[in-house]
């Protein structure tokens, strides 16, 4: 995969995260990203992102 094949993933996904929260923000839930960092055995940064989701009355 290249850099720019890479990238447009990441922009799709995120697109697609955004519209989640809407959709979940339209029916009443709240939603918190909480993010941990991770190094690999390769030594490379990895970034785990933690949802939260509860209802709101």
Do not use: C, W, Y
Request: proline letters at 2%; charged letters at 25%.
């Amino acid at each position: 995969m290249t850099d720019a094949e890479l990238a447009k993933s990441v922009r799709d996904a995120v697109e697609r995260l955004n519209t989640a929260l809407a959709e979940a923000a339209r029916h009443n839930l709240a939603v918190t990203l909480r993010t941990t960092a991770h190094q690999t055995t390769g030594g490379v940064e990895q970034v785990v992102v933690e949802p939260r989701i509860f209802k709101q009355l």
